[in-house]
């Protein structure tokens, strides 16, 4: 039986909320603490109302006493004079989605008791209850609405029946086998790889009856109805192994069992990686459709994806934004004139258009500011979903060319809180480079002090530290500490030669431009050279390593899921694709692999006392690395400590250990970079 729970939708008969509330008035602000880790609201994925009247988006909050998080709807009308919450209930609502007509709003949420997956459920715009309308047992992971509104377009992850059965019987028997036989056979979150796969479905809203697109032993992702509603596109790599590549590509599909799919897209790049998350779009004609072709396979993630339009019959493919800059989510205007879409440039994300037909690239806002996701009507207005260094995510109205604040959940927040400054600095790296980063000053700075200071090294590689708001950086100045950032060769935002200048070569160029960072800050008088901190997660862990390994000034390093023997990683995380692309197989190139894993075959050369971390369960960057480096230090008498998240992935998504981790990094830090005054030694030795 269908269970059906209340929610507020009756907007007109609700009370009135200002989105755009006033800043509180406050006598004093303070400093930011631990305790606003769990104040701070999450806002995500606004989508805009057909007729633009409302926007709907996700409000995510934390829970530290159930020790969880929750994702909430929301909805702020277009002149940001109401506000409503939609959803109250314990379990999170995500992806929001207008109908066509704009009557319904659809979301994916696992809310029943029994439920353990996402589903689709369906919000009436007049009031009323929520219905969950899809019941798959390996769970909805994505949907859209046909824009005649009487289907949806559903990709479903296959049930696993040994796991089900295992459950409903409650065994508590020896657990079977786990038999592999798939080239890649690991992933994150995932576990291990067998033949269960993702498919795409068409599910009939008034019959409440779904049909398979698409059988076989492949993944589909990313679906985008035609315009006319009688095809599909979506993205899928095939093949006979599909495994042992990486080259996605654009398929065609009739919306009705049986039908073949068609390849669209033939070139030997990534051609809609799942990772962007940005869905192929059809022309409002339904001749062309949008979509992100990649580089050369051999480049993985260091290639740029720009903007291209390929013929929905199939045909050349063409460059809209000849930019040498990664681009997001693309979007046709309601005349087919022109294409929305993001561009990731130097610190910035930003929106822009360019000609549907090919031309000069038109920035909407110049703001040194990181736009993460955005939406528009039919009628042309514009929402957005946008951080800067001092105000976390929050939606904005697009008008003329302005941003119009929409719903700003943490501006009550902000007001009580004295924040450090952030700026953007520029600097040159030991062979001439010019390199670009952040400096954060602790609130209350004073000019002329010296002060300890933390190098923060972001993962990826192929990523980059932007101006949007990060509470690890704020909590560190806020405790008295310089924060420098700064994005070295090998990062995005500055073109495909600037990412590949670390191919198959981590930690030296790139391990140089971190270190010319912190000679930046101690140059300019603002950090005491004495008292230097570094730290990072993922490949910001890995590259701290490195750093270690060659550079003796540093006090004390934070290194969060990361590795040094690389050759550890061979087989045992999930880049086996990524390793053999850019170093060959281990048998083959054997002196490759050894170069990059100094940090490890070298360890008697770190002196600087080193927190290692990772989640129990992490299959991206598996624990048995960060064991390993622990295990170095401890053999070589430097002080270490190892700190194991049960039953967490590459990221730590439980409050608590959030939390906790945030609270080591301090420790850590305090512990040997800032020095002990006599009262507080003399209380250390009275307890």
């Known amino acids: 039986m269908k269970r059906r729970l209340k929610f507020i939708f009756a907007f007109l008969l609700l009370p009135t909320l200002l989105a755009s509330a006033s800043i509180v008035q406050t006598s004093a602000k303070r400093l930011l603490t631990l305790d606003d880790l769990a104040a701070f609201r999450d806002v995500n994925d606004p989508q805009i109302s057909p007729d633009g009247a409302w926007v709907a988006y996700t409000v995510g909050t934390i829970d530290m006493k159930e020790d969880k998080k929750n994702s909430d709807l929301w909805m702020t009308s277009w002149d940001g004079a109401k506000t409503v919450q939609l959803t109250f209930t314990k379990e999170s609502e995500s992806s929001p989605r207008w109908s066509p007509d704009g009557k319904y709003l659809a979301f994916l949420s696992s809310r029943t008791v029994e439920e353990e997956t996402d589903q689709v459920w369906l919000m009436n715009r007049d009031g009323g209850e929520a219905e969950k309308i899809t019941d798959f047992k390996g769970g909805v992971n994505d949907y859209v609405w046909s824009p005649d509104g009487k289907r949806l377009a559903l990709i479903i992850a296959d049930p696993d029946s040994e796991a089900i059965a295992a459950k409903d019987k409650a065994e508590k028997k020896t657990p079977k086998p786990i038999v592999i036989d798939r080239f890649q056979f690991k992933q994150d979150e995932v576990g291990y790889l067998r033949h269960l796969r993702q498919h795409l479905y068409v599910f009939d809203l008034a019959a409440h009856k779904a049909e398979l697109l698409t059988p076989g032993d492949y993944d589909e992702y990313l679906p985008a109805w035609s315009p006319d509603n009688s095809s599909i596109v979506f993205v899928s790599k095939r093949g006979p192994d599909p495994d042992r590549h990486d080259n996605y590509d654009l398929y065609v599909i009739e919306a009705k069992a049986g039908a073949t799919p068609r390849q669209l897209t033939t070139s030997e790049g990534t051609d809609c990686h799942p990772d962007w998350e940005s869905r192929p779009a059809w022309s409002p004609d339904g001749k062309f459709i949008a979509y992100l072709q990649g580089g050369p396979q051999k480049l993985i993630y260091y290639a740029v994806y720009q903007l291209t339009v390929i013929p929905a019959a199939g045909g050349a493919a063409k460059l809209v934004a000849p930019l040498d800059r990664n681009m997001y989510k693309p979007q046709w205007s309601a005349d087919g004139s022109t294409i929305y879409f993001l561009v990731e440039d130097d610190r910035t994300t ?164 971190v270190l010319a960072a912190v000679d930046y800050v101690v140059a300019k008088g603002i950090a005491d050279p004495q008292r230097l901190g570094v730290g990072g997660w993922s490949y910001g862990g890995m590259l701290t390593n490195y750093v270690i390994a060659q550079d003796t000034r540093f006090k004390a390093a934070v290194s969060g899921s990361s590795i040094s023997n690389i050759l550890a990683g061979y087989g045992t995380d999930q880049y086996i694709r990524e390793y053999e692309y850019e170093l060959g197989t281990p048998w083959r190139n054997l002196d490759a692999w050894l170069r990059i894993s100094f940090p490890f075959l070298h360890a008697d050369r770190i002196v600087t ?17 960060s064991e390993q480096m622990y295990q170095a230090l401890r053999s070589l008498g430097i002080d270490t400590q190892l700190v194991i998240y049960p039953g967490q992935y590459h990221g730590i998504t439980r409050p608590s250990y959030q939390r906790d981790r945030l609270e080591r990094y301090l420790a850590w830090y305090d512990k040997y970079l800032v020095p002990k005054t006599a009262s507080s030694k003399a209380a250390e030795g009275s307890n």
């Open 609 to 625: 006392p080193t927190l290692f971390l990772c989640g129990q369960d992490d299959f991206n960057v598996p624990l048995l690395n």
């Open 350 to 513: 930003l929106l822009a258009k360019a000609p549907a037909a090919g031309g000069n690239v038109e920035r909407l806002i110049n703001e040194r500011r990181e736009i993460s996701d955005f939406d528009f009507s039919p009628n042309g207005k514009i929402v957005l979903l946008s951080s800067q260094p001092q105000e976390p995510h929050e939606v904005f109205t697009l008008d003329n060319n302005t941003l119009r604040p929409l719903a700003r959940k943490n501006v009550a927040l902000l007001a009580k809180l004295k924040l450090g400054a952030v700026e953007e600095i520029s600097f040159k790296s030991k062979d001439g480079m010019v390199i670009n980063g952040f400096v954060v000053k602790p609130p209350d700075y004073v000019v002329g002090k010296k002060y300890p200071a933390i190098l923060r090294i972001h993962g990826g590689p192929v990523s980059q530290f932007g101006n949007e708001f990060m509470f690890d950086w704020q909590l560190f100045a806020a405790r008295g500490y310089i924060v420098v950032g700064c994005n070295p060769r090998g990062s995005s935002g500055r073109g495909e030669k600037f990412s590949t200048e670390i191919y198959a070569d981590w930690g030296t160029k790139d391990a140089q431009d």
